[in-house]
């Protein structure tokens, strides 16, 4: 099914999509240069979408690479990439590729993807888009990923030709097969893209894969590992200072039971442009079992994995997790282990599952984040999808017993919901201290941020707590730029701040103050792209 709509600001009119054909196309996936600000930490994005799509297209016989522009081919010296910063006009910090570097690296592909994850990095990705189009306009440009699939005028404003609506692995192979005349690239279904006229068409997506196992492997060999090694700043966790962390990411599921409406889970059900994808859904065991040793004969020792949920169905993960314990690993994880998860029913009581958290450190997890979110249960109950009772719950026993079996605990803390007063902050910055206090290595605390594609995003665009047009460098965890709150936007930004370097241990603050980005070394702006 196929709908239009106006884009505004978009081509007036664009090359027919149907005119793009090859007989054996090559395709480069890009993750593109990053942006800090000098106060935040900087490291490589790495996210596990394009290591799918290469799965994928490799799977199909289709020739692929990966290029990371913030820290450059797997070859090449990071000082060119990484550690060559460059200041924006918007006072934030480029780190990444030069332009001549990426024009030449692209030069030999005819299509090139895009992942845009992370809203805040939105700058980084629209320009690569207009530089790539720019220098090389007969090539083909797809973007995809939640925030393309929900800024996508931007992304055809920028130049993009097709945009993936949805989850990707089916979508990019039926793409290759369209551009080899098997069927029109205009019929393709779970993607959009302007008509001649310059009119948003979107092709409805089919139903996502419900048996993970049928999923491509990821192609993790196609990333610049090693060079994210030396670097060793992965996306969670606290290690020793110097330490090379071999770590790569892994996803046991998709999809989460909780639907909390800062999460683009949220609105990823039937009917969403998306579809169904937020479904929770699991791969088999051996299927783990085999991507675990995949990863540890590339060489990595230490696992992240980037499930929603990942102890969602309790007697899987026993049994997974005694087998990893076999594997000699490290393990931890990234978005958060709900704690209800962590419990169980002893009779008449809800109690600590202690003999799980055993089972958890034996098979290697050293850290586990533990989403608290707020002290206060109407805001838990409001918008955390009620995912933890903080009166059933007693968090202290828990952050101590995790101790107790040797696994480091760190808390999430969210504070400035639209509707939080000022006392309910105090409340969820005086927990977070209390959990330090009983343990915790640390905690971080965010500002509540409405990304586009989540449901809090919808509510305050409607409730006119947030301005349509946003600047999306604005959106980021250490900052609020909703209108309304109790207290106003730029206070709660000191407020989180002040509180994070007060509640923690200065040992973690400095830690995380060492990631810093790097003054800039290249006086040029990076968005004063030029044609080559």
């Known amino acids: 099914m196929q709908t239009t709509s106006d884009v505004s600001g978009t081509k007036a009119a664009m090359k027919g999509l149907n005119a793009f054909h090859q007989k054996n196309p090559t395709f480069l996936l890009m993750y593109s240069a990053l942006q800090f600000g000098p106060e935040e930490m900087a490291k490589p994005d790495g996210s596990l979408s394009l290591p799918y799509l290469a799965g994928a297209l490799r799977e199909a016989g289709y020739g692929v690479k990966i290029l990371d522009v913030s820290v450059g081919d797997i070859d090449e010296p990071i000082e060119d990439s990484f550690f060559r910063t460059t200041s924006l006009a918007s006072g934030l910090i480029r780190c990444g590729m030069s332009p001549a570097e990426i024009a030449r690296k692209a030069a030999d592909f005819d299509v090139i993807g895009v992942s845009s994850i992370f809203t805040t990095q939105t700058t980084m990705v629209l320009d690569l888009i207009r530089f790539i189009k720019q220098v090389y306009p007969e090539k083909l440009v797809i973007a995809g990923g939640v925030n393309a699939r929900n800024l996508r005028d931007r992304f055809f404003a920028a130049g993009t030709d097709m945009i993936i609506l949805s989850e990707g692995e089916r979508i990019i192979v039926e793409i290759a097969e369209a551009l080899r005349g098997q069927k029109q690239l205009t019929s393709v279904a779970g993607v959009a893209f302007l008509d001649e006229h310059g009119h948003e068409v979107v092709n409805k997506a089919g139903p996502p894969i419900m048996d993970l196992d049928e999923l491509p492997f990821p192609a993790w060999d196609l990333l610049p590992l090693k060079k994210y090694w030396d670097l060793s700043r992965p996306h ?111 009779g008449d009581r809800l109690d600590i599952d202690t003999e799980f958290l055993e089972i958890l450190s034996t098979a290697g997890f050293h850290m586990l984040h533990l989403p608290f979110e707020s002290a206060n249960q109407r805001l838990l109950d409001k918008y955390s999808s009620s995912k933890w009772n903080t009166k059933r719950i007693n968090a202290k026993k828990l952050i101590q017993e995790c101790d107790r079996v040797g696994i480091k605990t760190a808390g999430n803390y969210m504070i400035g919901y639209p509707d939080e007063t000022l006392g309910e902050i105090h409340n969820t910055v005086l927990m977070a201290k209390q959990h330090v206090d009983d343990g915790l290595n640390h905690a971080a605390l965010f500002a509540v941020v409405p990304f586009p594609g989540t449901a809090l995003y919808d509510t305050v665009i409607r409730n006119g707590q947030l301005d349509p047009d946003f600047d999306t460098d604005q959106m980021k965890w250490t900052k609020s730029i909703l209108r309304g709150l109790a207290v106003p936007a730029e206070t709660l930004e000191q407020m989180r701040q002040l509180a994070w370097l007060t509640v923690n241990r200065s040992e973690f603050v400095n830690y995380k103050i060492n990631m810093r980005v790097k003054k800039p070394t290249d006086p040029v702006a990076a968005t004063q792209f030029a044609v080559l």
Not at 279 to 303: N, P
Not at 316 to 321: C, G, H, I, P, Q
Request: some cysteine.
């Open 236 to 346: 969670g966790g606290q290690f020793p200072e110097g330490e090379r962390i071999t770590y790569a990411a892994l996803q046991t599921s998709r999809g989460c039971p909780f639907q909390c409406l800062y999460c683009h889970i949220s609105k990823e059900e039937e009917g969403d442009l998306a579809g169904p994808v937020g479904t929770f859904r699991v791969k088999s065991i051996d299927r783990v079992l085999h991507e675990l040793q995949i990863l540890k004969d590339l060489g990595a020792h230490y696992i992240f994995f980037e499930d929603d949920s990942l102890l969602a169905k309790k007697k899987r993960a026993d049994t997974l997790f005694g087998e990893v314990a076999k594997m000699g690993l490290h393990l931890s994880d990234v978005n958060g282990i709900n704690i209800v998860h962590l419990l169980k029913n002893y």
